[in-house]
Nanobody, 117 residues
Framework: QVQLLESGGGLVQAGGSLRLSCAAS????????MGWYRQAPGKQRELVAR????????TYADSVRGRFTASRDNANAALYLQMNSLKPDDTAVYYC??????????WGQGTQVTVSS
């Protein structure tokens, strides 16, 4: 089992920045990838960024590439998302996600990010 706790969401004006954090606990040795997803009202949950444990390869959604930066602290099983040049379209609930051994997935409770125009 892996438990995830997110923090750092909030309200920001367009063009501003926010930093999200996710702390993992439990069976952290089984983590194969950590990532961020988001879900806006009326839309499907979508991948924002994901970092693979083995090698550190990072994937970004086209909509955030160049504005958002994901990073990991493997020693502390933490994941971060630095979000710059935020747009109203970035408004969503952001979820921390872990893919562990055998493909099992775990989700955080979500943190709201609201970008005003």
């Amino acid at each position: 089992q892996v438990q995830l706790l997110e923090s750092g969401g909030g309200l920001v004006q367009a063009g501003g920045s926010l930093r999200l954090s996710c702390a993992a606990s439990g069976s952290i040795g089984s983590i194969n990838a950590m990532g961020w997803y988001r879900q806006a009202p009326g839309k499907q949950r979508e991948l924002v960024a994901r970092i693979i444990t083995d090698g550190g390869s990072t994937t970004y959604a086209d909509s955030v590439r160049g504005r958002f930066t994901a990073s990991r602290d493997n020693a502390n099983a933490a994941l971060y998302l630095q979000m710059n040049s935020l747009k109203p379209d970035d408004t969503a609930v952001y979820y921390c996600n872990v893919v562990a051994r055998w493909g099992r997935q775990y989700w955080g409770q979500g943190t709201q990010v609201t970008v005003s125009s």
